[in-house]
């Protein structure tokens, strides 16, 4: 396990492409990512990428680190239920977080202060322990209700990143697109990235 260490919520909005592309980024970059993915998650992953996730934090672990080629303990996925996980507690949680693509139920559940699963618990730990929590919901369109629930979070200090590509880097396909936003994510959590230029700057090579 490094020294740098990030969770990584997956819940069941349309975009697992962000999410994968934004695991890969950040094992890249070294980091320990604690993994928690929602049930509907596992539903999205198998529609939009044909990829069907093992049941059983292990089996995910296990599928996870060898899809990414992780180091060994450098990835860890956490049940659903799993109270005993570091992200569960102030005293070891990391202190960053992203929900990647965030639904608007797990956005709803975080800004009202729910803790019925681990992703809420995980968030709220974040939260309330002064940590840098990043949503990046994927809805279209927004009704009060949701831009109420982002407001809230915002007030609390959180980061709301709509999935919502530009298009100044002119993009020539769908990973072009993937990467905007994920390279503005990595931004936002001070991880050195080489995926967009930035405005005003030949793009990275």
Known sequence: MTGKRITLAITGASGAPYALRLLAQLLAADYT???LMSSAARVVFATE????????????????SDHFKAKPGQL?????????SPVASGSSAPQQMIICPCSTGTLSAV?????????????????????????VPREMPLSTIHLENMLALSRLGCTIMPAAP??????????????????RILDH???P??????W??????
């Open 49 to 64: 990428e044909n990829l069907k996730i093992p049941a059983g934090a292990d089996n995910a672990t296990t599928w996870f």
């Open 193 to 198: 990235q080489t995926l967009v230029g930035r």
């Open 111 to 135: 800004a009202r202060g729910a803790c019925d699963n681990l992703i809420e618990r995980a968030a709220d730990v974040v939260i309330k322990e002064k940590g840098q929590l990043i949503v």
């Open 76 to 84: 860890i996925v956490c049940g659903k239920d799993d109270w005993f």
């Open 200 to 205: 005003g700057y030949a793009p990275s090579v």
């Open 33 to 35: 990512v604690f993994v």
């Open 189 to 191: 959590l001070s991880i």
């Open 166 to 183: 530009g298009f100044y880097h002119q993009p020539e396909s769908i990973s072009d697109l993937i990467d905007f936003v994920v390279a």
